[in-house]
């Protein structure tokens, strides 16, 4: 009865992705070992198969179909989220993406992947051969100096982003990490950082959130937690995203930005992070084996209306005085989120939508057409955003503003 189990990797991995009902006897010694489990493994896989199955999609992998996409002419359904990508993508790259996504997910809370999956969470795969402003989301940064926040890199080679509801990564990253290629090293796993990313803002609930805020900013103020031996801060100590992403490249065995990279400290691996900083890794940790209750979003949403419409005979300027800039101090005002989306499915315009600063300042901005129907972004109550619609020219013509309600989720048509 103590015989180790064999084959448990397998048999676990088989159990965790496909979801079957499947029964296991226990190696008694007197059959072939092979086709049986040790009474303690019996045990545990049995109680795997019987979590919560009825809410489990069966079919968890769909096949790579063709897609009816302008761009993205291929997709696969991966746990009911989908993973999509130009007929440059590797049909390889989307399997290697979908095994990651179910590595990260399958011990988790059930409601994680139903959250993803209400908030609309999509992957979108950036071809070798492709840039990031090769992307339709992306088109309008090309080679805009300071890309998004204007004051960072071009927008153009960056291979990795979550940007909106959906995850950006470059197919390099998925099938042949470790190989530089002529954008970075390749060695850290990308797809793993900005799919945290996803999983922590669409994914968890507001109170787990705040925990694993609080976990960093104890983290931050340790001595030398994340400290670089020059005195700067390592990656995970830029905010509470960030810190979460990190620690969750090292849970599933690869390594974030390092505290020192000369020793490679934390060591790359779970068991690098725990030695590290426990504190943190028991909380990813909780959240991702599913220790850590996760309830379903309930939040409740709004249609908003403009504050502001243009009219024919009003000059841009006199539309400009209508519109509030964002109130100042957005850390003392409550985050909720924007939905933008195209009212008219067959609305073949394109619209630039943009947050207007404290100073009135337009600042990054998204498109919404009909390749890119949907946007949904995070925000304070009392920003401001300004939708201008591109003409034929190339200009833009400003027509409305929308102004963030102190209401969970906003809704905001085009």
């Known amino acids: 009865m103590n015989n180790l189990l064999r084959n448990s990797t397998a048999l676990c991995s088989s159990v965790c992705i496909v979801g079957k009902n499947t029964s296991y006897s226990f190696f008694d010694g007197k059959e072939n070992p092979n086709n049986y489990v040790s009474w303690e493994a019996y045990k545990f896989i049995n109680k795997i198969t019987k979590r919560k199955e009825e809410n489990v999609d069966k079919n968890v992998i769909g096949d790579l179909v063709k897609n009816n996409h302008k761009f993205y002419k291929k997709k696969l359904l991966c746990r009911g989220l989908e993973i999509k990508g130009s007929k440059k993508v590797d049909d390889k790259s989307f399997y290697i993406a979908c095994d990651r996504i179910q590595r990260m997910l399958r011990h988790s809370s059930e409601n994680v992947t139903k959250n993803l999956i209400k908030n609309d969470v999509g992957f979108n795969l950036i071809a ?27 927008v153009n080679k960056c291979r990795g982003m979550r940007h909106g509801q959906n995850v950006f990564c470059g197919e390099e990253n998925l099938i042949q990490q470790g190989l530089k290629t002529e954008y970075s090293p390749n060695i850290k796993d990308i797809f793993i950082h900005e799919t945290s990313h996803a999983i922590m ?15 960093f900013k104890d983290a931050k103020s340790t001595n ?3 400290k670089k031996p020059n005195g700067k801060n390592a990656y995970a100590l830029s905010n509470s ?19 020192n990279i000369e020793n490679k400290i934390p060591k790359p691996g779970p068991g690098g992070l725990s030695e590290y900083d426990n504190d943190g890794f028991k909380l990813i940790c909780d959240i991702y084996n599913g220790i850590r209750e996760i309830p379903f979003d309930v939040s409740k949403e709004r249609v908003y209306q403009p504050i502001v419409e243009i009219s024919k005979s009003e000059e841009p300027d006199e539309f400009f005085s209508r519109i509030p800039s964002s109130k100042n101090g957005p850390p003392k005002n409550k985050k909720v989120t924007l939905s933008f989306q195209l009212k008219n499915k067959n609305d073949n315009s394109e619209y630039l939508v943009s ?14 057409n009909k390749d890119c129907p949907k946007f949904n972004t995070s925000t304070f109550v009392g920003h401001s955003w300004l939708i201008e619609k591109k003409t034929k020219d190339g200009c833009c013509q400003v027509i409305k503003a929308f102004v963030a309600e102190d209401y969970e989720k906003g809704i905001c048509f085009i």
């Open 224 to 226: 030398n937690l994340w």
């Open 128 to 154: 070798k051969s492709e840039q990031m402003t090769d992307l339709p989301e992306h088109c309008h940064m090309k080679d805009v100096k300071g890309g998004y926040s204007g004051r960072g890199n071009m």
């Open 241 to 259: 995203k960030e810190y979460f992403a990190e620690l969750s490249m090292w849970l599933f065995g690869g390594h974030g930005d390092y505290a």
């Open 201 to 215: 803002g669409d994914g968890v609930d507001g109170k787990t959130q705040e925990d694993i805020n609080k976990v």
């Open 355 to 368: 947050w207007l600063n404290y100073k009135g300042e337009k600042r990054w901005g998204f498109l919404i």
